[in-house]
């Protein structure tokens, strides 16, 4: 089963400045965990601490009671898969060669096996790239990519998925179609964390929402709570308005506070 | 362009490359003919078979193989279509270690002297590259990182140049620079055979993290590659092979960027795969180039690397031309 996945006391500097300032936090499986703040808050420090991918000053990053640097690389990529902010591409390969490169961590050079065909199908029908199986790279369109890149993750069957801007460039129905795919991976028992920037997404998708600003949590818990006007007025300096949409809670960003 | 499975065309470049070896036994001034072979030395020219042609033709299979793996191998590390052992200066700077070795009569005490210098320069050549150009895969980073590079290796090979005892020591440095498979021995293959297998065998391992370095350094990272230890790896193989290539052929420029760009589009342009086609169709190339050096009619042989600079040269540019206007 998906162990729970946790950031303990982790400080991050960076150029003199305290990027994360001993920040604790718990993320259990089989939820939607959305991370916002401004930018330059540290989400994305943050994410590669719990990825394993940096090393914090102090503190560590823990996946179940074992530090997650303390897993072998190999093992780690297994159990946690990762979507860089910026994605690069550097070679005009097919997109299913591409979600194939997730198996990495399950396979040598050598061929995928009988599994990992199966796991590389069953990424591409999940994020519906299967029809784009045999384009290369270079001739999908902005949207395209992020799902097949988004595939690739998936096709390592992580237990937990963390995804840096994953909707990032993406129109509105395809943000909607991946927050369904994000949403589906929960139920399965997975971790999903991702940051964003659309609070009215994060509101909607979410089932739990951290404010990160300051080089620690603001503001933990249920989306409604969470994003509070006075929470987005603390970390944006935006003056905001929870109102009564007919599908539910909408937030109105009226301006700059104080402007 | 129609993907290959990567196992039947390493065994079409396989056999291209038996049977261009094959032709590189018999051609040259003089022909030798299949026959030759059953005389068990009562033929005179059994001699040109064992004593010159065999070396050479092996030589050339062995620094084929070396430069067509390495382009591979660093132009998948650095995700830059360009890069190339000799490009970006890390045969000048192997060259530039013979040269020192010969420069200071070093290689006369030992024949190990050259060959360990000039492994020692592309060595330093491959960490100084990789330090200049950072953890950025900025294709002009790289480049310029490779222009400054040629620029002081060929600057202090001209210094010794410059100050070279005798016009001999001056011929002698000049005439292993051009680079040429011409008149090496059995001694010089042995020397150098060991260290171009170890490093082509090294880089062919590289495979599975090249792969994962198509999605970047953050990407191969979140796929478990272990980058330090694939960065160490890499300089390791392309050192040995390029430093020992040198040694005993000295520059031989362009089969690392021409080869991995032909292959590229056989193999799905995974870099993975893309390492043991680069290396079979690198000594295919050099085989055949060598053979037309050979029996190209003019005075003086010209040499190999004389002839894949001209051939390398224009292909650089067509490179260029393309990247901009893609770029565009």
Request: aromatic share 4%; charged share 15%; hydrophobic share 55%.
């Amino acid at each position: 089963m998906t162990e729970p996945l946790a950031a303990s006391e982790i400080s991050v500097r960076l150029g003199g400045r305290a990027i994360l300032d001993g920040l604790s936090v718990r993320l259990a499986p089989g939820q939607v965990i959305c991370i916002v703040g401004p930018n330059g808050a540290g989400k994305s420090t943050l994410m590669s601490c719990l990825a394993g991918l940096r090393r914090p000053d102090r503190g560590a990053a823990l996946l179940g009671e074992a530090p997650v640097l303390s897993l072998t690389p190999r093992k780690r990529a297994r159990r946690i898969g990762f979507l860089p902010q910026t994605p690069e591409i550097a070679w005009a390969v097919e997109a299913e060669t591409l979600v194939s490169l997730g198996r990495i961590p399950y396979v040598g050079a050598g061929g995928l096996g009988v599994e990992g065909h199966a796991a590389v199908e069953r990424a591409m029908r999940m994020t519906d790239v299967t029809g784009l199986a045999h384009r290369t790279v270079d001739t999908l369109s902005g949207g395209e990519r992020a799902r097949v890149l988004i595939a690739r993750a998936l096709a390592g069957d992580p237990e937990w998925l963390l995804a840096d801007e994953p909707l990032a460039g993406l129109d509105p129905g395809h943000q909607i179609d991946a927050c369904d795919l994000f949403r589906r991976l929960a139920l399965e028992g997975r971790g999903v964390v991702m940051t964003l920037h659309d609070l009215g997404m994060a509101l909607r998708v979410a089932d739990r929402v951290l404010v990160l600003a300051d080089g620690g949590l603001i503001a933990d818990g249920q989306p409604l709570a969470a994003l509070s006007p006075e929470v987005i007025r603390r970390a944006y300096g935006v003056e905001a308005r929870l109102l009564d949409g007919a599908h539910g809670p909408v937030l109105e960003l009226v301006g700059r506070h104080g402007g | 362009m129609r993907r290959l499975p990567v196992p039947i065309l390493c065994a079409g470049l396989g056999l291209l490359v038996v049977l261009l070896a094959g032709l590189s036994l018999m051609a040259g001034r003089v022909w030798v003919p299949f026959s030759v072979w059953a005389s068990y030395g009562q033929d005179p020219r059994w001699a040109i078979i064992f004593e010159l042609r065999i070396p050479r033709t092996v030589l050339g299979v062995l620094v084929g193989m070396a430069l067509g793996v390495s382009g591979a191998a660093l132009q998948g590390y650095t995700r830059n279509p360009l890069a190339d052992p000799g490009v970006l200066g890390i045969s000048s700077m192997a060259a530039l270690g013979g040269v020192l070795s010969l420069y200071f009569g070093l290689a006369v005490d030992s024949p190990w002297i050259l060959p360990a210098l000039a492994i020692g320069g592309a060595w330093l050549g491959v960490i100084v590259l990789l330090l200049l150009a950072g953890s950025t895969s900025s294709v002009v980073t790289f480049v310029l990182a490779g222009v400054v590079l040629q620029s002081v290796a060929t600057a202090a090979t001209a210094l010794a140049l410059n100050l070279a005892p005798t016009p001999w020591a001056v011929n002698e440095i000049v005439n292993w620079l051009l680079g040429s498979l011409a008149d090496r021995s059995i001694e010089d293959l042995k020397i150098a055979a060991p260290f171009i297998v170890a490093g082509v065998a090294i880089l062919l391992t590289t495979g599975r993290a090249l792969d994962a370095l198509t999605l970047g350094e953050t990407g191969a990272a979140s796929l478990g590659v272990d980058l330090r230890r694939e960065r160490l790896v890499l300089t390791a193989g392309v050192a040995l092979a390029v430093g020992a290539s040198v040694a005993v052929t000295g520059a031989i420029g362009f089969v690392g960027l021409v080869v991995p760009h032909l292959v590229r589009p056989l193999v799905g342009s995974r870099p993975g795969p893309l390492l043991l086609p680069s290396a079979l169709a690198g000594a295919a190339l050099v085989l055949a180039a060598d053979i037309v050096v050979r029996l190209t009619p003019s005075a003086a042989e010209v040499k190999l690397g004389v002839a894949m600079a001209a051939i390398g040269g224009p292909f650089f540019l067509f490179l260029l031309a393309r990247m901009r206007r893609r770029l565009a």
